[in-house]
């Protein structure tokens, strides 16, 4: 149980476009899921919390506008990088958190590189 | 702010030496998570302890948790080629508890 799945797995794009990553409960409804980023070497950084039915929260230093979330039902949440930069390459995770538990369960991951 | 931060960053051991990584929060912490990221892969639970000085075992892994809840720790007896990857531990959000604070992770490297 709690399998959460992210797609794509990877995507390379070019600068200016806009790119959107979808994450998925596949056995549980999650009300809540969560989207890092990590860069290579580096610790996973909290973007941002989305909340199924309004809007997501942003840790500081993120731009809401760039980075923009949907969490339209109890199974999926997506992230679009709007207008990506270099800067923006990296690699994007998701996770959900079932319930009145603790553990997070996390997507496979989205590697993003933008040219 | 909240900081948790792990020691050492990186870990080169001998297949079958063991290994430590220590996590150290500055923040009192509820409960502490430990997980597990492979090389290209994303992190995956391995464990939660919630009581003051706590100690749970999973096969060759022992986890703790101090007595202050501040600090904790993961050890590898016998490593494995397996056990390769980066080890992090996490912490509820001071300012929000469902949210989590990922430390800095160790890595840990195996020759064969």
């Known amino acids: 149980g709690a399998v959460v799945s992210q797609h794509p797995s990877w995507v390379i794009c070019k600068s200016g476009t806009s790119v959107k990553i979808e994450c998925r409960s596949l056995?549980?409804?999650?009300?809540?899921m969560f989207w890092y980023r990590q860069f290579p070497k580096q610790s996973l950084m909290l973007m941002a919390t989305?909340?199924?039915?309004?809007?997501?929260?942003?840790e500081q230093g993120v731009e809401k506008d760039k980075f923009l979330i949907n969490h339209a039902s109890l199974t999926l949440s997506t992230l679009t990088v709007t207008s990506a930069h270099p800067e923006d390459s990296s690699f994007y995770i998701c996770?959900?958190?079932?319930?009145?538990?603790?553990?997070?369960?996390f997507g496979p991951g989205t590697r993003l590189t933008v040219t | 702010g909240q900081q948790v931060m792990q020691i050492p960053q990186y870990q080169h051991v001998q297949e079958g030496e063991d290994f430590t990584t220590y996590c150290n929060s500055s923040?009192?912490?509820?409960?502490i998570q430990w997980y597990k990221q492979r090389p290209g892969g994303h992190p995956v639970f391995l464990i939660q302890l919630v009581k003051s000085g706590e100690v749970k075992k999973q096969k060759r892994l022992t986890f703790q948790f101090g007595e202050a809840k501040k600090n904790s720790s993961l050890h590898i007896t016998a490593t494995q080629t397996t056990d390769v990857g980066t080890y992090f531990c996490a912490g509820p959000r001071y300012s929000s508890a469902s949210k989590i604070i990922f430390g800095s992770g160790t890595r840990l490297s195996i020759r064969p």
């Open positions: 056995d549980f409804q999650a009300t809540t």
């Open positions: 996770s959900a958190r079932l319930q009145n538990h603790g553990e997070q369960y």
């Open positions: 923040t009192t912490l509820s409960n």
């Open positions: 989305s909340n199924e039915g309004s809007k997501a929260t942003y």
